[in-house]
């Protein structure tokens, strides 16, 4: 018995206490938090803004004399893959093409001494949302700030202009 | 024979679980602390993934005027569609039944009621600026999943311009490639 013990035992405490039932508890308290943790996913935004004045819009819509820059995208059923394109232009096929076609247009923009361009996303509602952030993504690496959303067609037909 | 038999059964195995117990204090510490218990803003969704994204640090003050809209896919269906497809290709579900769009843990995949909802929160904010008095001041982040179609997103960003939202952001998580670079 001497010195071979551990604490807890009879010998050193001569009050026993019967830890069991805590010992349950803890376990099922330590499951229940356990199942029900999870661990956070590092995220964060990317800003974009809607017009202010959409659907009250009164005044003369100004004159274009530049081209506006718009991304359409479409969704390809038979080739399961989204179709871009930037105004009038042929479908863009890679992300580069893309990137290069719109940084020529505000630097057009920047010539006409203009200094807000924003980048029109107009896509169907089938495209997939991966789809539409990639673009963004690749304007904010441009530093391209201001990116907007086209209005659907119901409602631009309702009323109001689209931008 | 019978001696050695009947002392194994007078000899007391005591296992000593003091050090077992405090481990487990520990650990019940560690996911009580952990554990997120209020009302959850943020839904399970699998967002876009973006190198350019901002990261968003917890400002409670900041976050009074912030909503967050969750575009996700409902727990409960299981659907071949959804999830991560070849590669880093994404599968997209456009099965709108299988869509929930909600705020707060409630549902509001129904435009109107979406609406209704954005409205009455935006009026608390609106009329800040005098020269577009009907806009309002209030935040909107949409956290879409990737796999989402567009046009879910599409709607609830109609139905936060028709409210007067005019500040919306997109939620978006850093790429895996991205985050190893940074170390």
């Not at chain 2, 070849?86 to 843990?105: E, F, L, M, Q, Y």
Request: proline share 5%.
């Amino acid at each position: 018995m001497g010195g071979g013990g551990n604490i807890g035992e009879e010998s050193d405490n001569p009050v026993e206490i019967n830890v069991t039932a805590m010992v349950d508890v803890i376990f099922c308290l330590c499951i229940f938090f356990m199942c029900s943790f999870h661990f956070k996913q590092l995220e964060g935004r990317i800003d974009t803004w809607l017009p202010k004045d959409r659907g009250v819009f009164q005044g003369q819509p100004e004159k274009v004399i530049l081209e506006e820059i718009r991304v359409f995208m479409k969704w390809d059923v038979a080739g399961n893959r989204t179709i871009r394109k930037v105004g009038n232009r042929g479908e863009v096929n890679s992300d580069e093409d893309l990137m290069n076609i719109i940084i020529q247009m505000t630097n057009d923009y920047k010539k006409a001494g203009k200094s807000e361009f924003p980048v029109l996303i107009d896509a169907t509602p089938d495209v997939p949302w991966q789809e539409v952030i990639h673009v963004m993504d690749l304007c904010k690496k441009e530093k391209l700030e201001r990116i907007e959303f086209a209005a659907p067609f119901e409602m631009m037909n309702k009323g109001g202009s689209k931008n | 024979m019978s001696r050695r038999h009947k002392a194994k059964e007078t000899t007391h195995q005591n296992p000593n679980l003091i050090p077992m117990i405090d481990i487990m204090f520990l650990l019940l510490l560690f996911f009580m602390l952990g554990a997120d218990m209020g009302q959850r803003e943020l839904e399970e969704v699998m967002l876009p993934k973006a190198s350019s994204m901002k990261e968003d640090k917890e400002n409670k003050e900041k976050d009074k005027n912030k909503l967050t809209i969750n575009v996700y896919h409902r727990y409960e269906v299981k659907c071949p569609s959804y999830g991560d497809g070849p590669g880093n290709s994404v599968k997209v579900c456009r099965d709108d039944a299988h869509w929930r769009t909600g705020i707060k843990g409630k549902d509001y995949s129904e435009p109107e009621k979406l609406g209704g909802y954005l409205k009455k929160e935006a009026d608390a904010t609106r009329g800040q600026d005098p020269k577009n008095p009907q806009v309002s001041e209030l935040k909107v982040q949409i956290r879409a999943d990737q796999s989402a179609p567009y046009g879910l997103a599409q709607r609830a960003m109609n139905t936060c311009a028709k409210a007067g939202i005019y500040k919306v952001e997109v939620g978006a998580a850093r790429p895996a490639d991205d985050k190893k670079k940074k170390g």
